[in-house]
């Protein structure tokens, strides 16, 4: 199994501010991926992370956007830059572990922003 | 068009009752479709995990059938309770190692007492 803790848990911004999420796991992963779900809706992946290479983003997120470090097979950071209102949602950090053929995701961070 | 579709998008039944979510989907071939269990503030718990050639999971009061034929997968909570009420997810996996994983947009059940 994978426990996985994200911080902060909730946040409220102003607009035009970033915020990074950290996401750490208690297991080292190889694939980490960030998910974004909006009030009422399914989750949607933003990107994938894995350690040593670069994020692979999915159509309509950006890095510039979103900028994922991945420095280590414990640890994620998502930034979410520039905020706007729309960006409100919550913020999912998940890992896959193949060896189980299963995924686990954190806990989740709230963010709202004004 | 989602190619994972749930319904009902909601339902409230009564602490002690059984109830079945419906899970539809297009993704094909797939590789393994998963029920997920998320409660408010959290994330996503995972129910069960079957593959294509499975018809049926239990777990503890959960139930997910799965008919590969039709393309259609179900989940039974048996003897309901207050701590089930939760959104439930269904997730499915495509074949290939870059296949997407899609998610349904759940369907939230809440228990009265």
């Known amino acids: 199994s994978a426990v996985i803790s994200q911080k902060p848990s909730r946040d409220i911004c102003q607009r035009g501010t970033s915020l990074t999420i950290q996401c750490q796991v208690d297991s080292q992963v190889t694939m980490m991926f960030w998910y974004r779900q909006q009030p009422g809706q399914s989750l949607t992946l933003i990107a994938t992370a894995n350690q040593g290479s670069e994020a692979t983003y999915e159509s309509g997120f950006v890095i510039d956007k979103f900028p994922i470090s991945r420095p280590n097979l414990t640890f994620s950071t998502l930034t979410v830059s520039n905020m706007s209102p729309e960006d409100s949602s919550i913020y999912l950090c998940s890992v896959e572990v193949q060896r189980e053929s299963e995924q686990y995701f954190g806990p989740g961070t709230r963010l709202t922003v004004t | ?113």
């Open chain 2, 1 to 113: 068009k989602n190619q994972v579709e749930q319904s009902p998008q909601s339902l409230i039944i009564l602490e002690g009752k059984n109830c079945t979510l419906q899970c539809n989907y297009t993704v094909s071939p797939f590789s393994n479709l998963r029920w997920y269990k998320q409660d408010t503030g959290r994330g996503p718990v995972s129910l069960t995990i079957m593959t294509f050639s499975e018809n049926t999971k239990s777990n503890g009061r959960y139930t997910a059938t799965l008919d590969a034929d039709t393309k259609q997968s179900s989940l039974h909570i048996t003897a309901s309770q207050l701590s089930d009420s939760a959104s439930y997810i269904c997730v499915v996996r495509g074949y290939s190692s870059a296949s997407k994983i899609i998610f349904g947009s759940g369907t939230r059940l809440s228990i009265r007492p």
